[in-house]
């Protein structure tokens, strides 16, 4: 399952966010592990001078974190995973060596 859909024009590369299935966007483990991937493309590709973030919802851009997900987890130390490995993500849109804004 996607949750983005990316477009590239004139050295822009367009990143809309749209999760299945949900009214809102929401931070799932999933989610953070396709961003990764799509940053480690778009930081490779030449061509790609900036980046937008931006959404196809409504009303919203990324409401939070999936709780639902939270609650699934039985592993001892799997929510600290998780959740180190989306403090990384945040860090590396931070210091991304393209610009990236949100719309």
């Known amino acids: 399952m996607s949750f983005t859909y990316l477009e590239k024009d ?3 590369a367009v990143v809309w966010l749209d999760q299945p299935n949900e009214t809102i966007n929401k931070i799932s483990f999933d989610l953070i592990e396709e961003f990764s991937r799509l940053f480690d493309e778009l930081e490779k590709d030449d061509e790609v001078k900036a980046i937008v973030l931006i959404s196809k919802k409504k009303d919203n851009f990324i409401a939070g974190a999936d709780i639902e997900e939270f609650l699934k987890i039985t592993q001892a130390g799997k929510a600290e995973e998780i959740s180190r490995k989306g403090n990384q993500l945040l860090s590396r849109l931070a ?3 393209k610009p990236v804004v949100a719309a």
């Open 10 to 12: 004139g050295g822009v």
């Open 95 to 97: 210091s991304f060596p």
